[in-house]
């Protein structure tokens, strides 16, 4: 393919992965406004799975660890010390997802399960999170385990610069 070609095809995978992080955002906060979170969450979850999971291994992988980022700031705006340490251990788990293992993707998602279940203030319209986000993270978490066990992603290798450019 060719560099040009390359480029053009992240450069709109990258816009889409970030459209779709801004649509999930609007969901949840639409859904937490109306109090419909639990109902909404399965589908969504789903709907997530189907969004990346025709990109393509590469960018697949890419979009989950970017989709890793986003849920790993769910509580991370609430301020407290510990939520936004959480939340660059999320960061660093994306990047070891891509570069080590696809597994560092899937373990964030299922644990997800347990710390939203933890002790915590919440604005009232937030109150069905635990359960909702056990409803989205939990077909996420298992879909990255599964597809992690099977071998569809391998850790990403970055191309050096002077390989992608024509002699």
Known sequence: MNSWKFALKN???TVYV??????LGYAVGYAAHEQVLVKIALPLGVGMILAVCWLGR???LLAWAGLTVWLGMTYAHT?????????????????????????F???PWLAHIGWDYLPR???EMYHELPPACALFDGPVGLYLAWFSWKGRWRPFVPVPATTLSSP
């Open 58 to 60: 590469i960018a697949e």
């Open 11 to 13: 450069t709109a995978v």
């Open 121 to 123: 203030t919440l604005p």
């Open 18 to 23: 970030f459209f779709l992080i801004i649509a």
């Open 105 to 107: 993707l899937a373990i």
């Open 79 to 103: 301020g407290p010390p510990f939520e936004i340490a959480v939340f660059f251990l999320y960061i660093a788990c994306a990047a070891l997802g891509v570069f080590r293992s696809p597994w």
